[in-house]
């Protein structure tokens, strides 16, 4: 499945297919092919793919973006999610046979304890190898920046003592042209149980570009041929999706599925959200029942978080960076 995308073209769904007469038009700037191997569990299949369409979308100025969307295969499935990939998404062994210059990685959730016994390990470190030559630049965003870096160098993650989640200021550490232009700091979304330690990486060659006191290492860099850009949060999410994943926790608790409440996401909601929710915690944890779940208190996020003008700026950058590339390849 191959979408085309530019900034006049409104965006529903992957399987959104743009009339012959848009495809007419003329455009200028480079038309770039992009493809996001989306391995995010299933209630997040969907949101993920207009996330990441919606962000180029914005950021793709006069350029047209071919975007094609894959999962891999190793990735467990509900049935519904299963039809899903298999109906809308292009076959994994399609990637090989086309040329991409640039790939978004997805993580996906733990089902394991060690990253090398994940089902999708051997998928993922396949796609490390595959894209260090095959493509100008890859995006590997939470798990697969895990995955790649335990790969690429033995990096190994580190268990967090309590999740990291909300939205942080990330500042920037380097002058790199990635972040040029972004928003200083950086609003970044993380939702994480682990994380990779800034001397690790540095002492690995990687670059380190944003940071941030509270969640530590944002995003990072290494030249290996293509330029491979690391994520440990996800400039992607939208304004809900931390919500989401926060009432899907609490639903866990409630039916006894993991045995410790979520915290509340840091710098996401209103100080009257944050006390309500507190509040229905301590009642929670008492009346521990699935049907709590209904009484949730109403919620307000915070009007500060302008988490999108961030993903925008680093993702104009990128597709520039991928753009000049394009350009180079043409004049060949």
């Known amino acids: ?25 003329d455009h200028s700037g480079a038309e770039l092919t992009i493809g996001l191997i989306n391995n995010m569990p299933d209630p997040a299949l969907k949101a993920t793919e207009r996330q990441f369409m ?48 640039g790939l978004i990685v997805t993580g996906a959730e733990p089902v394991a304890p ?43 993650r580190r268990r967090l003592d309590a999740k990291c989640s909300g939205i942080y200021d990330c500042a920037k550490v380097t002058d790199h042209w990635l972040t040029g232009d972004a928003p200083s700091p950086l609003k970044i979304s993380h939702s994480r149980l682990n994380e990779l330690c800034a001397d690790d990486l540095a002492a690995r060659g990687y670059q380190l570009l944003t940071t941030s006191p509270e969640a530590g290492v944002d995003i990072f860099a290494k030249q290996l041929g293509s330029q491979f850009v690391f994520f440990q949060g996800h400039p992607e999410y939208d304004a809900l999706s931390l919500e989401r994943e926060y009432l899907r926790d609490i639903s866990r608790f409630l ?22 929710l507190l509040r229905f915690e301590q009642r929670a944890r008492v009346e521990r029942r699935p049907g709590l779940s209904v009484e949730l208190p109403d919620r307000t996020l915070r009007q500060d978080n302008a988490a999108g003008a961030a993903a925008t700026a680093i993702f104009k950058n990128w597709l520039h960076y991928l753009s000049q590339g394009a350009r180079r390849s043409l004049r060949r």
């Not at 499945?1 to 038009?25: F, H, K, N, T, Y």
Request: proline content about 6%.
């Open 114 to 156: 060690e990253l090398d016994q994940e089902p999708c390990w051997r998928d993922l470190t396949d796609l490390v190898d595959w894209a260090k030559t095959n493509t100008r630049s890859t995006i590997w965003s939470c798990l697969a920046a895990h995955a790649a870096v335990l790969h690429l160098d033995g990096i190994e």
């Open 54 to 101: 919606k962000l180029l979308q914005a950021a793709a100025g006069p350029r047209r973006i071919r975007f094609h969307c894959f999962s891999l295969p190793s990735v467990m499935r509900s049935p519904e999610a299963k039809w899903h990939v298999e109906s809308e998404y292009s076959d994994l062994s399609d990637l090989k046979r086309q040329k991409f210059d």
């Open 255 to 276: 039916a006894g599925q993991c045995d410790t409440y979520p915290a509340l996401p840091i710098g996401y909601f209103d100080a009257e959200t944050e006390q309500s």
């Open 1 to 25: 499945m191959s979408i085309l995308i530019d900034r006049d073209q409104g965006i529903s769904s992957p399987a959104l297919v743009p009339a012959e007469a848009d495809l007419a038009r």
